[in-house]
């Protein structure tokens, strides 16, 4: 695997562990929320931080605990497979965020998490189409690995 793709996949994942890390801490998915809400006043948008009380929060620590291992098999084995994964599951999440935002159920403001989803997902995409694998077969192509 070239070392530009393992590079791209690392740095993608190593973004992804460092927001995930901090859903990890009941409490701290409060603390975001409320910074988030704050931004997007300062934006021009809705201040009103909806109900989130411990339960919500518990649920929001154990989706951390359970994301943040995700990012680190991508830091130590920056593979092909697991970088389609990633890229899969980066588009359903942008578009359950903009779903959510159109809909009126999430601030405007989280539109950047769909352009960073989108960004993290197109740039492994240009990585893996243009690796070769072990024998030089294209990855991203088709007959590809």
């Not at 980066?90 to 959510?100: G, M």
Request: glycine residues 12%; proline residues 8%; aromatic residues 6%.
């Amino acid at each position: 695997m070239p070392r530009s793709l393992r590079g791209i996949v690392r740095t993608v994942a190593a973004f992804d562990l460092a927001l995930t890390a901090l859903l990890v801490w009941p409490g701290i998915s409060i603390e975001i929320l409320e910074l988030l809400y704050r931004v997007n006043a300062f934006l021009g948008g809705d201040v009103t931080l909806p109900g989130f009380h411990a339960i919500p929060d518990l649920f929001v620590s154990l989706a951390g605990v359970l994301a943040a291992p995700w990012p680190v098999a991508r830091l130590l084995a920056p593979r092909p497979l697991l970088a389609g994964l990633d890229v899969a599951g980066r588009l359903v999440v942008a578009a359950l965020i903009a779903v959510a935002v159109v809909g009126g159920q999430a601030p405007a403001l989280l539109f950047a998490f769909v352009a960073t989803e989108l960004l993290g997902a197109g740039w492994q995409v240009v990585a893996l189409v243009g690796a070769e694998g072990p024998e030089g077969s294209p990855i991203g192509r088709p007959g590809g690995r």
